[in-house]
């Protein structure tokens, strides 16, 4: 899984917002504090809005907020409103092989699968980790025990 700078750079923006749940934070208040451009990150807030994610408030000490509270807000909302999900079920529609020899052919498919279970443990944790959670050290820790157990007991023995 490789996360983008807009993932990244959103995620960091809104947990400026988590931080900071009274009072509206302006565009150059939230740029100044994670060093990037002002339009970079209007830019941004204007996916996360669009996402219902964060509101803008409008007026001399308006800015944004979030729509919801750090607890009702997880890591999967924030990453799906700049990219969508992870795997996309025509994936492997946008990557044919060679005629009846490739393995996307028909209805069995061993790397579509792959990729759908990754995508549902992926999914999985960061549908489970809050804007909360992250702001609290030691709280996504709990949020990856359960996922951890999974991958250490149903760890497929290794073929030599």
């Not at 931080?19 to 941004?44: C, F």
């Not at 803008?56 to 409103?81: D, F, K, M, W």
């Not at 990219?83 to 092989?97: I, K, R, T, V, Y």
Request: aromatic share 6%; proline share 4%; net charge negative.
């Amino acid at each position: 899984m490789k996360i983008s700078s807009q993932e990244e750079y959103g995620l960091r923006c809104i947990l400026q917002l988590a931080r900071e749940r009274t009072e509206p934070l302006s565009l150059a208040e939230i740029a100044g504090r994670e060093g990037l451009s002002s339009a970079y990150v209007a830019k941004l807030m204007g996916q996360m809005r669009d996402a219902g994610l964060v509101e803008a408030v409008r007026g001399r000490s308006g800015g944004y907020t979030l729509a919801r509270s750090p607890e009702e807000i997880n890591v999967h909302e924030v990453l799906t409103a700049f990219s969508g999900q992870l795997f996309q079920g025509s994936f492997c529609d946008e990557h044919p092989g060679a005629g009846e020899t490739c393995v996307h052919q028909g209805s069995l498919c061993n790397i579509k699968s792959l990729w759908g279970v990754l995508d549902g443990l992926i999914g999985t944790v960061l549908s489970r980790t809050s804007l909360a959670d992250l702001l609290c050290f030691g709280r996504v820790e709990k949020v990856f025990e359960e996922p951890r157990r999974l991958l250490v007991a149903g760890s497929p023995p290794r073929s030599s």
